[in-house]
Nanobody, 118 residues
Framework: QVQLVESGGGLVQAGGSLRLSCAAS????????MGWFRQAPGKEREFVAL????????NYADSVKGRFTISRDNAKNTVYLQMSSLKPEDTAVYYC???????????WGQGTQVTVSS
């Protein structure tokens, strides 16, 4: 099982940008789909973005499409989430997750807090 550690969260003003990183260790994530999810206070965890192994195919929640970009550097075992034009409603704990071939997301990071002030 791959171990995931998120970093890069913090406090940012509305309209600003932030880049989250997810470092993988333990098990290679070769052929894994990698995703970002978030959970706001009092709300359910929701899907944010997905990138496949090749990095050439991505999917986004409609709430973030056009503002967030997911990417991966397989040589560095790292996945990124570049967030721009941030809104207060983007405030949440952001989680990185990994899906082995033929499975759903089974490995999760501890989360990193993103707070967007108005």
């Amino acid at each position: 099982q791959v171990q995931l550690v998120e970093s890069g969260g913090g406090l940012v003003q509305a309209g600003g940008s932030l880049r989250l990183s997810c470092a993988a260790s333990g098990r290679t994530f070769t052929n894994f789909r990698m995703g970002w999810f978030r959970q706001a206070p009092g709300k359910e965890r929701e899907f944010v973005a997905l990138v496949r192994w090749t990095g050439g195919t991505t999917n986004y929640a409609d709430s973030v499409k056009g503002r967030f970009t997911i990417s991966r550097d397989n040589a560095k075992n790292t996945v990124y989430l570049q967030m721009s034009s941030l809104k207060p409603e983007d405030t949440a704990v952001y989680y990185c997750a990994a899906a082995p071939p033929g499975t759903t997301f089974v490995s999760w990071g501890q989360g990193t807090q993103v707070t967007v002030s108005s």
